[in-house]
């Protein structure tokens, strides 16, 4: 029996080496650039260089770690530091890859027809100074043509120069279900980006599809620059969770997914920007979402924040959008082009100029629960609010209806609005064009409580008297609910509860009660404004006594004689 056991673990193990030997034949420490043809583990242990290309890898199933070490690249010509073309699970870990030459299109690493392969830990370093020219240009960290299912995962990746560029595809006829994740991309420089993948003149199908960009740190800096640049048949792409900060002159924007595709989401971004933050989602695409974003703009023009052109049926929600720069022709939120069927909810948009503009061919948009603070332009018929229902609105309030129309100097309907019920709904419709009517414009919330004072009587009052006139006053700075009297006695029981509902900005109110015993009490007043807001007067005690005091004399005594001149008496008093 014990031969049998050690028998199958014998055939265990050697099918267990003989299922890596098939994934990597073998293992091997690297000293120098090379040629990788054959499938394996390679390890360098020091730094390397190379006139042009270091690494080129035609083979699949390879580990290439780098160990921490350099690879220093195209010294003397164009080249690059790690060249992978038909392959398929192909690992590049742990590098640090250093452009050493001034080339054009010399990359970090170019992945040529990949799959399943993974780009993770490396530093790219392929910055080069810019001359204003076009020398020393279009060195990109990363360079796709043709790959599925790649993931580039915890890399940083810093170029300058003429189209610097992080990660760069063109003209592919491929690029599906990559993942890029937790990178840093600083990029400085005329035309450079982030990320650029641009399939102009490539296919329509498959296109750019199922790629997810996440949690990435975009740091650029220069003319015409892109954080996240993705042209020509996008479907189903992803753009999650990154952070972008971007400085310089004429900036492009944040993020584009642009033309002909369907199905991508922009979603829990934040931008921070000098000039255009621009959100550019659209031209003949449906079902996108722009959701949850928070773009701040800080000096200069810009544009657009989020624009929208040519898109329908889609969302764009939640989004807070920030700028007091106060230029002419500049907006918030932007909707051209045939935009129509969309679904704008929940955005917060403080604008100096124009909040948000829908042309005049951008129409049948519902737009409701939305703040905002600036001037608004809708060139067609859209629906401006759903219908009323219960819920804690854009600006706190408790129903949620249409929109709150603001103006920067407090001066917009919804700040001025009437509304005397204080149900956080202006009491008119907002009227922007006849066909463009908000019928539940929103309101501000009241949240201030009212003032309310004790009047009569005095605090620390004592009296004998049984019935007692209280007054108290109220006011507020919308409208007044209601005033209660209380009075406890001394053990802390409430004794007496009357409310009196009162109107007007300022009220008052007066109760009788008649006391039945002697004791020491305290009383206040409560007051409500029509919103709920509840406030409390002063604690004022009063002290009922009804009973005469009793007097007894202690001495002298009844029936004594004096023959002084003088007499002490003793009184007792009981109270």
Known sequence: MRQNKKYLSLVILVVFLSFISIGFASAEDVTGCMNITSSGVYTLINDVSSQSTCFFINSSDVILDCNGNIINYSSSEEGYGIYIENANNVTIKNCYINLSGNFNYSHGIYLKNIQNSTIRNNTIYTSKEDLGSTAYSNDYGIYFYGVINVSVINNTIITKGYYGRGIQCYKTSTLNYTNIINNTFNTSGSYSSGIYWDNDGGLASPGIYNNNIQNNNFFLSGNSVWGIYIFKYPYNNLVQGNTFELTGDNIDGGIKIWQEGNNN???????????????????????????????????????????????????????????????????????????????????????????????????????????????????????????????????????????????????????????????????????????????LPLSLPDYVPPNTITISPSNNTRTNNPIITFSCNISDDKAIGSLALHIFNSSGDEIYQNTTNLSGVLNSSSWSYTFSYDDNFVWYCSGKDAAGNENTSSNYTLLVDFNSPSLSIISPESGSFFEDSSLDILFLVYI
Do not use: Q
């Open 265 to 439: 989401s922009i979603i829990n971004n934040f931008l921070n920007l000098s000039e255009d933050g621009v959100i550019l989602l659209g031209e003949y695409m449906d079902n996108i979402k722009i959701v949850n974003n928070s773009v701040f703009i800080y000096k200069s023009r810009s544009d657009y924040a989020i624009y929208v052109r040519s898109t329908t049926n889609s969302l764009i929600a939640n989004n807070t959008i920030w700028s007091n720069l106060g230029w002419s022709d500049y907006y918030g939120l932007y909707l051209s082009t045939s935009s129509t069927n969309n679904n704008i909810t929940g955005n917060n948009i403080y604008y100096e100029d124009e909040a948000v503009y829908l042309d005049s061919t951008s129409g049948s948009n519902m737009i409701y629960n939305n703040l905002f603070n600036g001037s608004v332009y809708f060139g067609d018929a859209n629906t401006l609010n759903t219908t009323l229902h219960t819920g804690t609105n854009i600006v706190g309030g408790p129903y949620i209806g249409g929109n709150y129309w603001g103006m920067p100097d407090g001066t917009g309907f919804s700040d001025t609005c009437d509304d005397e019920d204080n149900n956080g709904i202006c009491d008119t419709n907002y009227t922007i064009t006849s066909t463009n009517i908000d019928y």
